[in-house]
């Protein structure tokens, strides 16, 4: 098995800025579940039909709002909409199913990880007319919805629960570094698709996926080439494929870059008992 480049197409289109968010999930989910070419997916009837769902949501979320005219009572009656009368309400899982990364499958059976469920909501409150980003509070990604200049409501997109300033702050004083340099800035495209390709690698890694989790990491080594766990992940999912060399070249860089590590120790040991004159080609 030889470890394809990234589609340049691909790279170029995740490193837009430019590029709707929740675009790029079901660009990311076409190559990572179906192997796809995406050269002309934005134009392939699939991928638009995958979101019909969310276009009927958004159009009833529109109405419940338009004839409120307060910011701040449209965003209240925007959330308890989405998330009671459309179902978005859920509780944190300690293992997210593989189909929860999937956006279409996930919205459709209200079952969605939380970095995808925080793209659909921010897609869904943008086009009700909020500004609407991903923040990273200390431990989790939320949501902020900004009702106006001076008032913005933050949330958790899996609940739907609000922090009040008082709790805000004592998740900030939580963070580490120093407090006075805080603030809640909010995520870069690039951050986000990472988070999604991270927690979609082990959730395919525990469902024993390991090719398509070997796809995650191509993609995040693409965003990052030098990132060293990331490469001792490639290297456990090629081992499990025993393409035993390539993962030896994985662990040793693993190995060198971060010998303080704990996994380093166990590592050394794996990699005294590989046998490199395995005869399995790929």
């Not at 209200?110 to 990273?136: T, W």
Request: charged share 25%; glycine share 2%; net charge negative.
């Amino acid at each position: 098995m030889n470890t394809s480049l990234l589609p340049e197409l691909l790279l170029s289109e995740l490193k837009s800025d430019k590029k709707d968010l929740l675009q790029t999930l079901v660009l990311l989910e076409e190559y990572i579940f179906q192997g796809r070419d995406i050269t002309n997916v934005m134009d392939d009837v699939s991928t638009e039909r995958s979101l019909d769902t969310l276009e009927t949501i958004i159009e009833q979320c529109q109405a419940v709002i338009g004839e409120i005219e307060s910011p701040l009572d449209q965003a209240e009656v925007l959330l308890n909409e989405l998330f009671y009368q459309h179902l978005f309400i859920d509780k944190y899982k300690t293992d997210w199913p593989v189909s929860a990364f999937k956006v279409a499958e996930g919205l459709n059976q209200r079952l969605m990880s939380p970095i995808v469920k925080a793209a659909i909501v921010s897609e869904v409150v943008n086009a009700c007319g909020f500004s609407c980003d991903l923040v990273f509070v200390p431990s989790k990604v939320m949501l902020r919805l900004c009702c106006n200049d001076d008032y913005a409501i933050i949330f958790d997109a899996v609940s739907g629960e609000s922090l009040d300033w008082h709790e805000l702050d004592l998740c900030l004083d939580d963070a580490e570094g120093d407090p006075s340099q805080h603030e809640l800035a909010n995520m870069k495209r690039s951050a986000i698709l990472v988070e999604y390709l991270s927690a979609l690698k082990n959730a395919l890694i525990r469902e024993q996926a390991f090719d398509k989790a070997l796809l995650c990491v191509d993609v995040l080594l693409s965003l990052n080439p030098d990132d060293p766990h990331q490469r001792r992940d490639r290297g456990f999912l090629l081992h499990q494929l025993e393409c035993f060399k390539v993962a030896v070249d994985d662990y040793r860089y693993f190995v060198e870059q971060c010998p303080t590590d704990p996994a380093a120790q166990l590592l050394k040991i794996q990699l005294d008992n590989i046998t490199l004159s395995d005869p399995t080609f790929h």
